[in-house]
């Protein structure tokens, strides 16, 4: 069993900034393929953001490229997503995600096994 908890969610004014962690408590973190989700109101959860259990393959959605960055730390199980030039758009929960052996980055909710309780992101304008 996988535990993952989210931290570092808040409000920011639009153009700010903001770094999720996501830790696990799985010792074969390295293992882990994890990604990132988020959902607004009345909307299907959507993918993020993405890293392999290599750390060598990420994927992200075309409406965060080049502002949001997924990394990770084995040495602290933790998982993190820098988010850059926020938008009010980007406003919604965001779960950290996790699967186990499996190759590459997954896109889907269906992908992916173990769930974070998610943070609240809030980008006023």
């Known amino acids: 069993q996988v535990q993952l908890v989210e931290s570092g969610g808040g409000s920011v004014q639009a153009g700010g900034s903001l770094r999720l962690s996501c830790a696990a408590s799985?010792?074969?973190?390295?293992?882990?393929?994890m990604g990132w989700f988020r959902q607004a109101p009345g909307m299907e959860r959507e993918f993020v953001a993405g890293?392999?259990?290599?750390?060598?393959?990420?994927k992200y959605a075309d409406s965060v490229k080049d502002r949001f960055t997924i990394s990770r730390d084995i040495a602290k199980n933790t998982v993190y997503l820098q988010m850059n030039s926020l938008k009010p758009e980007d406003t919604a929960v965001y779960y950290c995600?996790?699967?186990?052996?499996?190759?590459?980055?997954?896109?889907?909710?269906?992908?992916?096994?173990?769930w974070g309780q998610g943070t609240q992101v809030t980008v006023s304008s």
């Open positions: 799985q010792r074969t973190f390295s293992s882990l393929t």
């Open positions: 890293i392999s259990w290599t750390g060598g393959t990420t």
């Open positions: 995600a996790a699967a186990l052996g499996v190759f590459g980055v997954r896109v889907t909710t269906q992908g992916y096994n173990y």
